[in-house]
Nanobody
């Protein structure tokens, strides 16, 4: 059974930084691409970033240059380093297996809440 647990979200001021983490189990993480998506209040899921098993990366234009996706295959962990945070980054962030810019993303954890506010 696939299990994903996101963590690291919290309240942060604009311009601040956070590092999200996703603990994955129940599938072959090492050979899997992984993706971060987010859901802002009242909106649908939005693709944020993806990483291949060989560390190829892709980012949504809205986060390019501010966010960095990474992975640790020894720990089955996915990360999202978020810098220069803006109010529009406020959302529930999820990790999901696979590489998909358009979704759907049916397999997700419970999410971790990021709130950017002064």
């Amino acid at each position: 059974e696939v299990h994903l647990m996101e963590s690291g979200g919290e309240l942060v001021q604009p311009g601040g930084s956070l590092r999200l983490s996703c603990a994955a189990s129940g599938f072959n993480f090492i050979v899997s691409a992984m993706t971060w998506v987010r859901q802002a209040p009242g909106k649908g899921l939005e693709w944020v970033s993806s990483i291949t098993s060989l560390n190829g990366r892709d980012y949504a234009d809205s986060v390019k240059g501010r966010f960095t996706i990474s992975r640790d295959n020894t720990k089955n962990r996915l990360y999202l380093q978020m810098n220069s945070l803006r109010s529009e980054d406020t959302a529930l962030y999820y990790c999901t297996p696979g590489w998909s810019r358009a979704g759907p993303w049916p397999t997700r954890g419970q999410g971790t809440q990021v709130t950017v506010s002064s």
